[in-house]
């Protein structure tokens, strides 16, 4: 399993806000702690308190610069930072461990010269003892503090500076250690003690080396764009969970600070329409954000052959991928292979030699996929591109509507003829209209009224080529007796 743990980004100006008031809290607290430890240090000359009070310098610092990087990362995505502005804050942790390792270095230097080359000589005072108590209560509260609030808004400076505090906590037990040691060298004269002080040292160091590379790893796997792992195999298994989604996915995530970014292509069948891929694409953003809530999704869905697609299927994917259209497909078996038959619409004013060269490039397409593939016949059907209407024609369309509702009108049986549509075919007008009928009539005599109508309006109408009738229930009458 990943270190990297992803929370869901925090909205809203009050979040932001408390991060910002915690870590100005936590920097006021660092610089009592600073002060206090070095002046009780330097009185006592104890390497213990005075490696606290150089761990506490570094670490008012890094309160510093998280300060500064909570501030920034919670602006916006702009013009030059199409991400976020959430790397901030994985510079700022990686700032704070390059510091503690610096500290550590000075530490265990000091150290090394106390316990070899130059001793030294260490006071053991109540008032050194109640400032390492006090530092161990103030970073008690402040690591929690921060825990917290690091939590609720998925900050990882925050993260980094409480467990920055949290080390301060096992380093100020080391160090009281070393001091009671030392008390004790002095009280009860055991001079081998008094190296307890510059052991306690080393083992503050050995803590911040520890914990420290952790934060730093961390950091540093996020600048580079470290995957998180167990989050991702969760994501993959999320996307493979919707049911239009083929596998393999690929797959790519991405953290800038606390926002997890992710892109995916996603396979979906190749004869979908664009509205259900969309509707696909959805469910599996919809899927993702159950794992990472706050997460920024793309989609890319990839189109893929299904194995159980036909070949008929397959004829009118890749005739749609050459910009045509098909119809009259026919698909025959002869000599133990399928065979073709089709007809293809390609645009009118299209030379012959273009559409020979479309008819190719789909006979090429269908034997790549289908190597037994028969013998492909294709008939080229024109499809003429529709003509404005002249304004005489609209006059006549307008007119034949005005005689379809005289003509209906003059049968029995028909009460009312209204949305009456009128297109101009390629001999005629085709007439589509709407008739109310007594609602008691049967289908039969319904389908009879309407035949009288269309044969009624083509013999008194120039004109008029065809005529379909769409029957509604209207106010009930006594039902007509036809012969």
């Known amino acids: 399993m990943s270190d990297t743990v992803i929370r869901p980004l925090a909205a809203g100006e009050a979040l932001a806000r408390q991060k910002v008031r915690v870590a100005r809290v936590s920097a006021l607290a660092a610089t009592g702690m600073v002060i206090a ?141 070393g001091l009671g040691a030392v008390w004790v060298s002095q009280r009860w004269h055991i001079p081998w003690l008094v190296k307890a002080d510059a052991l306690s040292g080393i ?54 600070g606390n926002r997890l970014f992710v892109d995916a292509a996603v396979s979906v069948a190749r004869g979908t329409s664009f509205e259900t891929a969309h509707q696909v694409v959805s469910r599996v ?11 920024s999704v793309v989609i890319h869905a990839d189109p893929f052959r299904r194995s159980d697609e036909s070949l008929g299927e397959a004829i009118r994917v890749i005739v749609s991928r050459h910009a045509a259209g098909a119809h009259d497909i026919f698909i025959y078996e002869r000599d133990g292979k399928p065979c073709v038959d089709l007809h293809l619409e390609v645009p009118g004013d299209l030379s012959l030699v273009d559409a020979h060269a479309i008819t190719e490039r789909i006979e090429a397409d269908l034997r790549g996929e289908f190597p037994r593939l028969g013998p492909v016949h294709t ?57 109310a009928m007594d609602a008691r009539l049967s289908i039969r005599e319904a389908h009879e009224l309407g035949l ?12 008029v080529e065809q005529v379909t009738v769409h029957a509604e229930p209207g106010a009930r009458q006594t039902p007509l007796r036809l012969p």
């Open 37 to 177: 430890k070095a002046a009780v240090g330097w009185q006592t000359g104890s390497l213990g308190i005075l490696s606290e009070a150089a761990h506490s310098t570094m670490d008012l610092i890094a309160t510093l610069i998280t300060l500064f990087a909570v501030r920034v990362a919670d602006r916006p995505a702009d013009s030059h930072h199409h991400y976020g502005h959430g790397k901030v804050e994985n510079l700022s942790a990686l700032a704070e461990t390059a510091l503690l390792l610096l500290t550590c270095v000075w530490i265990i230097y000091e150290a090394l010269e106390r316990l070899f080359w130059k001793p030294a000589a260490v006071e053991a005072t109540w008032i050194a003892f109640a400032v390492i108590v006090g530092s161990i209560l103030v970073d008690l509260w402040r690591s929690r503090a921060l825990a917290r609030t690091a939590a609720a808004t998925g900050s990882q400076a925050l993260e980094a500076d409480a467990l920055h505090f949290r080390t301060e906590i096992y380093s100020s037990s080391a160090v009281l250690a």
């Open 203 to 256: 083992l503050v160091a050995a803590i911040v080396l520890v914990i420290g590379s952790r934060l730093g790893r961390r950091a540093i796997d996020a600048l580079l764009d470290h995957a998180p792992l167990e989050l991702v195999e969760r994501i993959r298994a999320a996307i493979a969970s919707v049911p239009e989604v083929d596998e393999p996915v690929a797959l790519r995530t991405r953290l800038s």
């Open 285 to 295: 953003e919809a899927r993702i954000r159950e794992i990472a809530p706050e997460s």
């Open 379 to 435: 008939h080229v059907d024109p499809v003429k591109p529709p003509r404005p209407i002249d304004a005489p024609l609209v006059e006549e369309m307008e007119a034949v509507r005005r005689r379809i509702r005289l003509v209906a009108a003059g049968i029995a049986g028909i009460q009312d003829c209204t949305s009456i549509s009128v297109r101009h075919g390629r001999q005629g007008f085709w007439v589509v209209c709407q008739c």
């Open 452 to 463: 009288e109508l269309a044969a009624r309006a083509r013999r008194e109408i120039s004109g």
